[in-house]
Nanobody
Framework: QVQLVESGGGLVQAGGSLRLSCATS????????MGWFRQAPGKEREFVAS????????YYADSVKGRFTISRDNAQNTVYLQMNNLKPEDTAVYSC??????????????????WGQGTQVTVSS
């Protein structure tokens, strides 16, 4: 059974940092791309970042480029999202997801099949 469990969310002031983790199980982590998405109240889920199976290709939404960093540890079956210089508009529920594309990753929500329950990130001004 595929499981993804996020942690690391919380309340932080603007300009602060948080590191999200997504621990996975139930599949061969090292053969799938992974992604982070977020959903703010009243808005659709949006792409944040994704990474291929070995980290060889990484994609970011324009809104987080230069502030967020996605990484993965295949030995620990975990994907991370380091978020720096956070802004109030980053407030959302952040979820990790497993790509349905073997080895690859994309920017499209539809290319991700399994999702975690999400972790709340709140940035105060």
């Amino acid at each position: 059974q595929v499981q993804l469990v996020e942690s690391g969310g919380g309340l932080v002031q603007a300009g602060g940092s948080l590191r999200l983790s997504c621990a996975t199980s139930g599949f061969t982590f090292s053969t799938y791309g992974m992604g982070w998405f977020r959903q703010a109240p009243g808005k659709e889920r949006e792409f944040v970042a994704s990474i291929t199976w070995n980290g060889g290709r990484i994609y970011y939404a324009d809104s987080v480029k230069g502030r967020f960093t996605i990484s993965r540890d295949n030995a620990q079956n975990t994907v991370y999202l380091q978020m720096n210089n956070l802004k109030p508009e980053d407030t959302a529920v952040y979820s990790c997801a497993r790509s349905s594309i073997l080895f690859g990753a994309s920017l499209n929500v539809g290319d991700f099949r399994f999702w975690g329950q999400g972790t709340q990130v709140t940035v105060s001004s």
